[in-house]
Protein backbone atom coordinates (compact mmCIF):
# COMPACT_ATOMS: atom_id res chain seq x y z
CA UNK A 1 0.00 0.00 0.00
CA UNK A 2 1.12 3.39 -0.75
CA UNK A 3 2.02 5.70 2.03
CA UNK A 4 -0.54 8.21 2.44
CA UNK A 5 -0.41 11.62 0.97
CA UNK A 6 -0.69 14.77 3.55
CA UNK A 7 -1.02 18.17 2.20
CA UNK A 8 0.46 21.24 4.51
CA UNK A 9 -1.20 24.56 4.00
CA UNK A 10 0.53 27.37 6.26
CA UNK A 11 2.22 30.31 5.11
CA UNK A 12 4.57 30.13 7.33
CA UNK A 13 7.70 28.12 5.52
CA UNK A 14 9.43 26.85 8.96
CA UNK A 15 6.16 25.34 9.78
CA UNK A 16 5.73 23.66 6.52
CA UNK A 17 9.45 22.51 6.78
CA UNK A 18 9.28 20.88 9.86
CA UNK A 19 6.11 19.35 9.62
CA UNK A 20 7.15 18.04 6.43
CA UNK A 21 10.73 16.37 8.03
CA UNK A 22 8.75 14.47 11.09
CA UNK A 23 5.72 13.64 8.80
CA UNK A 24 8.43 12.19 5.90
CA UNK A 25 10.30 10.51 8.62
CA UNK A 26 6.87 8.62 9.39
CA UNK A 27 7.03 7.25 5.89
CA UNK A 28 4.30 10.02 4.88
CA UNK A 29 4.35 11.67 1.39
CA UNK A 30 3.91 15.06 1.67
CA UNK A 31 2.68 18.66 -0.24
CA UNK A 32 2.99 21.86 0.77
CA UNK A 33 0.63 25.29 -0.33
CA UNK A 34 1.46 28.31 1.52
CA UNK A 35 -1.67 30.22 0.46
CA UNK A 36 -5.35 29.40 0.41
CA UNK A 37 -6.09 29.20 -3.14
CA UNK A 38 -2.80 27.31 -3.93
CA UNK A 39 -4.25 24.28 -1.72
CA UNK A 40 -7.66 24.24 -3.19
CA UNK A 41 -5.70 24.10 -6.56
CA UNK A 42 -2.75 21.51 -5.04
CA UNK A 43 -6.17 19.46 -3.37
CA UNK A 44 -7.56 18.99 -6.95
CA UNK A 45 -4.14 18.05 -8.60
CA UNK A 46 -2.71 15.70 -5.98
CA UNK A 47 -6.03 14.05 -4.53
CA UNK A 48 -4.31 13.75 -0.71
CA UNK A 49 -5.89 11.87 1.80
CA UNK A 50 -5.64 14.42 4.74
CA UNK A 51 -4.63 17.91 4.88
CA UNK A 52 -3.57 20.27 7.50
CA UNK A 53 -4.78 23.63 7.21
CA UNK A 54 -4.18 26.42 9.01
CA UNK A 55 -6.69 29.32 9.74
CA UNK A 56 -4.85 32.27 8.88
CA UNK A 57 -3.39 32.21 5.76
CA UNK A 58 -3.09 34.95 2.81
CA UNK A 59 -5.88 34.89 -0.58
CA UNK A 60 -8.48 32.12 0.98
CA UNK A 61 -8.19 31.48 4.66
CA UNK A 62 -8.84 28.34 6.10
CA UNK A 63 -12.26 28.41 6.83
CA UNK A 64 -12.99 29.40 3.40
CA UNK A 65 -10.88 26.77 2.27
CA UNK A 66 -12.51 23.76 4.96
CA UNK A 67 -15.95 24.90 3.21
CA UNK A 68 -14.75 24.35 -0.50
CA UNK A 69 -13.20 20.72 0.40
CA UNK A 70 -16.73 19.58 2.20
CA UNK A 71 -18.40 20.35 -0.92
CA UNK A 72 -16.22 18.19 -2.72
CA UNK A 73 -14.88 15.48 -0.53
CA UNK A 74 -15.01 13.52 2.64
CA UNK A 75 -10.94 13.72 2.81
CA UNK A 76 -9.96 14.37 6.82
CA UNK A 77 -8.93 18.08 7.48
CA UNK A 78 -7.30 19.03 10.74
CA UNK A 79 -7.07 22.79 11.35
CA UNK A 80 -3.81 24.14 12.87
CA UNK A 81 -4.46 27.24 14.81
CA UNK A 82 -3.11 29.70 16.95
CA UNK A 83 -6.13 30.96 18.41
CA UNK A 84 -6.86 28.96 21.44
CA UNK A 85 -10.89 30.23 21.95
CA UNK A 86 -13.46 27.96 21.91
CA UNK A 87 -15.34 29.67 19.20
CA UNK A 88 -12.63 29.10 16.67
CA UNK A 89 -12.38 25.09 17.32
CA UNK A 90 -16.17 24.84 17.50
CA UNK A 91 -16.49 26.50 14.40
CA UNK A 92 -14.14 24.60 12.55
CA UNK A 93 -15.41 21.27 13.91
CA UNK A 94 -18.71 22.37 12.92
CA UNK A 95 -17.73 23.45 9.21
CA UNK A 96 -16.18 19.77 9.01
CA UNK A 97 -12.94 19.56 10.34
CA UNK A 98 -12.06 15.98 11.79
CA UNK A 99 -9.79 17.44 14.35
CA UNK A 100 -7.47 20.70 15.96
CA UNK A 101 -4.22 21.21 17.12
CA UNK A 102 -4.01 25.17 18.54
CA UNK A 103 -0.64 26.37 18.09
CA UNK A 104 2.22 26.18 19.62
CA UNK A 105 2.36 22.50 18.83
CA UNK A 106 4.66 19.82 19.41
CA UNK A 107 5.55 18.13 16.01
CA UNK A 108 4.82 14.59 17.39
CA UNK A 109 1.55 15.34 18.79
CA UNK A 110 0.16 16.74 15.42
CA UNK A 111 2.14 13.28 13.70
CA UNK A 112 0.12 11.64 16.09
CA UNK A 113 -3.13 13.05 15.33
CA UNK A 114 -3.19 12.97 11.94
CA UNK A 115 -2.26 8.72 12.32
CA UNK A 116 -5.26 8.70 14.51
CA UNK A 117 -7.84 10.99 12.22
CA UNK A 118 -6.24 8.15 8.96
CA UNK A 119 -7.11 5.44 11.03
CA UNK A 120 -10.50 6.69 11.65
CA UNK A 121 -11.11 7.68 8.25
CA UNK A 122 -10.31 4.38 6.90
CA UNK A 123 -11.81 2.20 9.10
CA UNK A 124 -8.26 0.84 9.42
CA UNK A 125 -8.13 0.22 13.23
CA UNK A 126 -4.83 -1.45 14.44
CA UNK A 127 -5.25 -4.21 16.88
CA UNK A 128 -6.04 -3.14 20.06
CA UNK A 129 -2.51 -4.06 21.52
CA UNK A 130 -1.10 -1.19 19.63
CA UNK A 131 -3.45 1.55 21.00
CA UNK A 132 -2.24 2.79 24.26
CA UNK A 133 -4.76 3.90 26.47
CA UNK A 134 -5.67 3.73 29.98
CA UNK A 135 -9.21 4.48 31.28
CA UNK A 136 -10.73 5.18 35.12
CA UNK A 137 -13.95 6.73 36.49
CA UNK A 138 -14.46 10.01 34.19
CA UNK A 139 -11.00 9.52 32.68
CA UNK A 140 -9.62 8.54 29.18
CA UNK A 141 -5.57 8.87 28.49
CA UNK A 142 -5.19 7.72 24.66
CA UNK A 143 -1.29 8.17 23.68
CA UNK A 144 -1.91 6.77 20.13
CA UNK A 145 -3.71 10.64 19.61
CA UNK A 146 -2.38 12.25 22.09
CA UNK A 147 -5.68 12.91 23.70
CA UNK A 148 -7.12 12.89 27.11
CA UNK A 149 -10.50 13.27 28.29
CA UNK A 150 -11.97 13.92 31.26
CA UNK A 151 -16.12 13.61 31.85
CA UNK A 152 -16.40 13.16 28.52
CA UNK A 153 -15.05 16.66 27.46
CA UNK A 154 -11.84 16.55 25.33
CA UNK A 155 -8.99 18.64 27.57
CA UNK A 156 -6.33 20.67 25.89
CA UNK A 157 -3.12 18.65 27.56
CA UNK A 158 0.54 19.25 26.28
CA UNK A 159 2.02 16.30 25.13
CA UNK A 160 4.79 16.03 28.26
CA UNK A 161 1.81 16.46 30.99
CA UNK A 162 -0.12 14.01 29.26
CA UNK A 163 2.76 11.28 28.63
CA UNK A 164 2.70 12.21 32.38
CA UNK A 165 -0.66 11.39 33.40
CA UNK A 166 -0.37 8.68 31.12
CA UNK A 167 2.82 6.86 32.79
CA UNK A 168 1.47 7.19 35.93
CA UNK A 169 -2.34 5.96 35.53
CA UNK A 170 -0.33 2.93 33.70
CA UNK A 171 0.69 2.24 36.71
CA UNK A 172 -2.07 2.62 39.42
CA UNK A 173 -0.82 2.53 42.85
CA UNK A 174 2.73 2.91 42.26
CA UNK A 175 5.08 5.31 43.66
CA UNK A 176 7.30 6.82 41.46
CA UNK A 177 10.13 9.21 42.27
CA UNK A 178 10.79 12.29 40.27
CA UNK A 179 14.21 10.91 38.61
CA UNK A 180 12.03 8.14 37.91
CA UNK A 181 9.37 10.42 36.05
CA UNK A 182 11.93 12.16 34.47
CA UNK A 183 13.95 9.42 33.11
CA UNK A 184 10.58 7.79 31.69
CA UNK A 185 8.89 11.18 30.51
CA UNK A 186 11.31 13.82 29.44
CA UNK A 187 14.24 10.87 29.03
CA UNK A 188 17.75 10.55 30.28
CA UNK A 189 19.32 13.98 28.73
CA UNK A 190 16.77 16.26 29.98
CA UNK A 191 18.57 19.11 31.50
CA UNK A 192 15.79 20.97 33.52
CA UNK A 193 15.52 21.16 37.79
CA UNK A 194 14.58 17.68 38.40
CA UNK A 195 11.83 18.10 41.49
CA UNK A 196 10.58 22.11 39.52
CA UNK A 197 9.69 20.27 36.43
CA UNK A 198 7.71 17.15 37.89
CA UNK A 199 6.11 19.50 40.28
CA UNK A 200 4.96 22.06 37.78
CA UNK A 201 3.29 19.61 35.46
CA UNK A 202 1.72 17.86 38.16
CA UNK A 203 0.36 21.34 39.92
CA UNK A 204 -1.11 21.65 36.00
CA UNK A 205 -2.52 18.26 35.57
CA UNK A 206 -4.44 18.42 39.14
CA UNK A 207 -5.89 21.53 37.87
CA UNK A 208 -7.42 19.64 34.93
CA UNK A 209 -8.26 16.43 36.68
CA UNK A 210 -10.01 18.43 40.12
CA UNK A 211 -13.13 16.60 40.91
CA UNK A 212 -13.76 14.37 38.20
CA UNK A 213 -13.94 11.56 40.13
CA UNK A 214 -13.63 10.29 43.96
CA UNK A 215 -12.15 6.97 42.60
CA UNK A 216 -8.84 7.80 41.89
CA UNK A 217 -6.41 11.06 42.52
CA UNK A 218 -2.64 12.16 41.86
CA UNK A 219 -1.41 11.58 45.36
CA UNK A 220 1.84 13.32 46.80
CA UNK A 221 4.58 11.20 48.44
CA UNK A 222 5.95 13.32 50.97
CA UNK A 223 10.13 13.56 50.25
CA UNK A 224 9.44 10.58 47.30
CA UNK A 225 7.41 11.33 44.93
CA UNK A 226 4.08 10.63 43.16
CA UNK A 227 1.52 8.11 41.99
CA UNK A 228 -1.68 7.68 40.81
CA UNK A 229 -3.87 6.05 43.90
CA UNK A 230 -7.01 3.64 42.69
CA UNK A 231 -10.10 3.64 45.84
CA UNK A 232 -9.60 0.17 46.04
CA UNK A 233 -5.67 0.50 46.54
Known amino acids: MAAEKILIVDDEKNICDLLRMYLEKDGFRTIIANNGRAALQLFREREPDLVLLDIMLPELDGWQVCREIRKVSDKPIIMLTAKGETFDKVLGLELGADDYVTKPFETKEVVARVKAVLRRAGGEN ?17 LTNYEMRVKGVRVDTPPKE ?69 KDS
Not at 126 to 142: C, F, G, M, Q, S
Request: proline share 2%; hydrophobic share 35%; charged share 30%.
Open 162 to 230: LELIYHLASNPNRVFTRDQLLDSVWGFNYGGDNSRTVDVHIKRLREKLEGASDQWSLETIWRIGYKFQT
Open 126 to 142: KPDKDIKEVEYDNLVVN
